[in-house]
């Protein structure tokens, strides 16, 4: 049925077509040709016929989307379009989908993780056991909070941030959250008992701060000096959404200052994760009692490896069954498209 449609995939780095999507591929009739460069121009030359071009991790430039004569589409198969000139693919008519709410469950999983590990200072507890100085670990509790006594505050109120919400609820925390659009329905709030404030207020008053927003020009460094200086003395900040929300060398003269008193970080501005290995020093906060470090991987779990497959290959039917995507699936929905899409079956 959709023999006719070129659709490539690329793979570079790290990001090898797995058994489970090659099965979904071929069960629903769709040809894959794989493309593995990682290089923008050796890329441009092999998507120049392409129909759609799906990507997990590989960056796709000005230079490869310039290339993309024929393109109908973009698929996403994640949340994040950084690394894709999303502007240029909506001048050039191209709609950019993703696949935005496969992990949310599992980011809010993992900043809870990170909350109840720095809170309840586990690292130490763990280094006191191994060096046998059990002394060191009673010492600690007598400076951890109870959960129900501290602040978290939500710098974005998506769905991630909702899930988290309702976890850290659970615990008697109290919940503070700020997001830019100011006329967004509050009902989730309202519901979990969530107080909806600014900025200036989340950094004053929280115990954790956790980033829920994208990477835009905008949030690029949203969390600098002068916004760690705003927090209080011994709060910390816990980031699994993009690592260039937070100038790292700022955290890192934050935390060797003393003002905070610690972090959780899944992504990285400074550093590539997307490789196997990395030699040791990874990263200038690795080895702090007070810092958790994680490779990227908030967002992961079993089900969602699924789910990110299925929304991400029935956004490639649905384009090339000439619908629009899911609404919630479009990146860009202001592109007047090179092709004409009818409204989604699945949603009218």
Same mark, same amino acid.
């Given at each position: 049925?959709?023999?006719?449609? +070129? ?16 099965k979904k591929y071929a069960a629903t009739g769709l040809a894959m040709h794989e493309v593995h460069d990682l290089d923008p121009e050796a890329i441009a030359a092999k998507v120049r016929d392409a129909d759609i071009v799906s990507v997990i991790g590989t960056p796709m430039p000005r230079t490869v989307i310039d290339a993309l004569d024929k393109c109908r589409a973009i698929a996403r198969f994640g949340t994040g379009t950084d690394k894709i000139d999303v502007s240029r693919a909506t001048e050039r008519g191209i709609v950019v989908m993703n696949t935005p709410f496969f992990c949310v469950e599992e980011m809010a999983d993992h900043v809870m993780a990170m909350m109840l590990s720095l809170n309840r200072k586990l690292a ?65 709030? =309202? ?25 835009? &020009? ?11 200086? +705003? ?7 816990? *980031? ?47 080895? &702090? ?25 029935? *956004?490639?039917? =649905?384009?090339? *069954? ?27």
């Amino acid at each position: 049925m959709y023999s006719q449609f +070129k659709i490539v995939r690329l793979t570079a780095q790290i990001f090898e077509p797995g058994d489970y999507e090659r099965k979904k591929y071929a069960a629903t009739g769709l040809a894959m040709h794989e493309v593995h460069d990682l290089d923008p121009e050796a890329i441009a030359a092999k998507v120049r016929d392409a129909d759609i071009v799906s990507v997990i991790g590989t960056p796709m430039p000005r230079t490869v989307i310039d290339a993309l004569d024929k393109c109908r589409a973009i698929a996403r198969f994640g949340t994040g379009t950084d690394k894709i000139d999303v502007s240029r693919a909506t001048e050039r008519g191209i709609v950019v989908m993703n696949t935005p709410f496969f992990c949310v469950e599992e980011m809010a999983d993992h900043v809870m993780a990170m909350m109840l590990s720095l809170n309840r200072k586990l690292a130490v507890m763990q280094q006191s056991m191994v060096d046998g100085e059990l002394s060191v670990a009673r010492q600690a509790t007598a400076t951890i909070p109870r959960m129900s006594t501290v602040t978290l505050g939500l710098i974005g109120f998506g769905r991630s941030a909702v899930h988290t919400a309702r976890r850290a609820r659970g615990f008697g925390t109290r919940v503070l959250a700020c997001r830019n659009n100011k006329s967004a329905s509050t009902l989730d709030a =309202d519901e979990l008992g969530v107080t909806m404030t600014d900025l200036d207020t989340v950094l004053g008053e929280s115990d954790y701060v956790s980033l829920h927003v994208p990477l835009t &020009r905008v949030t690029h460094h949203m969390i600098d000096a002068e916004a760690m200086a +705003k927090m209080k003395p011994g709060a910390y900040v816990i *980031n699994t959404s993009r690592g260039k929300l937070i100038d790292e060398f700022a955290l890192k003269n934050a935390l060797e200052s003393g003002h905070l008193g610690g972090a959780g970080i899944d992504t990285f501005g400074e550093i590539d994760i997307f490789v196997d290995h990395i030699p040791p020093p990874v990263h200038p906060l690795a080895g &702090r009692a007070n810092v958790i470090l994680t490779p990227h991987v908030a967002g992961g779990s079993a089900q969602a490896k699924f789910d990110m497959m299925d929304v991400g290959i029935q *956004n490639l039917i =649905d384009v090339l *069954n000439g619908q629009w995507p899911l609404e919630e699936n479009i990146v860009n929905p202001g592109v007047t498209p090179r092709f004409a899409f009818q409204p989604n079956m699945r949603q009218t």
